[in-house]
DNA sequence: TAGATTGTTAATCGATTAACAATC
DNA sequence: TAGATTGTTAATCGATTAACAATC
């Protein structure tokens, strides 16, 4: 079956608004309890899981434990994914220092960067590599995940590098595109930057 | 017009690929470059073009250097804008010292954390600041864009803090959903890292 | 039973793409 | 003129939403 790219980006969010509501004490909620938490249309939870089968009970809702269980499978999330950041700079240690992400079934095992001053340091328990070092470790360590954290001008390449030693799927912080075979998510703040202006002019036109 | 609010991030991406063909030396260049650089349709770039006016020359051509100057004006990017950082943590810090932000128009004035120890110190030029002073410093300083950078649990309050004190857009790291009648972007990791490991799961599936 | 809520179908809406006349 | 490339229309494709039977 095909399954919208949205729905998937929209399922993490169900995640963790099931994990909100476990730590607020709940047991069970419904497509319409979640859809007021998160602003979106009820129907469009239910679409949205039934993609992947029956989740809930009709007349009742859904059980936060068990949902929870059913999304953690779809998301690939019931075991620890090894990942690398690659670019030690500010933006690539606040990655690798970035708690959020542990907590969500993600472990950053190491940094990589071509300046050799910053080989032998360390973000929280993860130590700086030499880039020379990348395929090595990766193929030792069964690291599956590369963040890219390096300027645009050497994204590719880095990202061509990260593909060789065998990482499964890319991460990519650089601002540009990247073309790669397995599967990227761009995290683009440039562009996102420019979405809102778009949004903050158009909208005060609107106003007048 | 309605215009696909994927549209508009495309014509960010579109803004930067011509600033770098630019400054390979080019003047001229055409949908049909634009697209394979970027991996698209050539016929998406005139549409979603289309949308704000002619700016080719049938037969020939974009001149980049007019091309760029359109969409600096659609963007909203003729004058910079002057943005604020909350959450002095390592990504917030990681933020507000980014030389890539200031490039594209973006100033980082201040940033903003309830620790007091933090503030006084800086990053680059920009000073941290209590967030007791936020709602003032906004109102002197004519800032327009706040970017959050603070944990989860308190992002909808610091964003209602910020829309308060007189942003008009706001840029959320915080994983979590913010409501506000200002204009928000998501930068969301953790749902861009789950929605890879969708992808590298349902590649393997395929594969086989 | 009556009320609630799911899962799913069908309708609607929105976005992308193909195709081509216009024109440089 | 011949070749190239735009801008735009119409067709297609994909995503969202409304509505409701199923059922707890």
């Not at 509501?21 to 249309?41: D, V, W």
């Not at 060789?164 to 397995?182: D, M, Q, R, W, Y």
């Amino acid at each position: 079956m095909k399954i919208p790219k949205p729905a998937i980006r929209r399922l993490a969010v169900y995640y963790r608004c099931l994990q909100r509501l476990k730590e607020e004490g709940k047991e069970k909620t419904s497509s319409k309890e979640l859809a007021q938490r998160l602003g979106i249309k009820a129907c469009q939870i239910r679409k949205d899981l039934s993609y992947f089968g029956e989740f809930g009970k009709r007349g009742v809702g859904y059980n936060i434990d068990n949902l929870l269980e059913k999304l953690k499978a779809i998301l690939g999330l019931e075991s620890v994914w090894k990942a690398i950041v690659i670019g030690a700079g500010n933006l690539g240690k606040a990655i690798a220092g970035y708690k959020g992400i542990k907590e969500q079934g993600f472990d950053v095992v190491a940094l990589f960067d071509v300046d050799g001053r910053k080989v032998g340091k360390k973000v929280n328990e993860a130590e700086i590599h030499h880039m020379d070092d990348l395929e090595e470790f990766v193929k030792e360590n069964n690291v599956k995940i590369a963040v890219i954290c390096v300027p645009k001008e050497s994204a590719q390449q880095v990202a061509e590098a990260a593909e060789k030693a065998g990482v499964e799927g890319i991460l990519n912080f650089a601002p540009t595109v990247i073309n790669v075979s397995v599967p990227v998510e761009n995290v683009d703040i440039a562009v996102s930057l420019k979405s809102l202006t778009f949004q903050i002019i158009r909208r005060k036109g609107k106003e007048k």
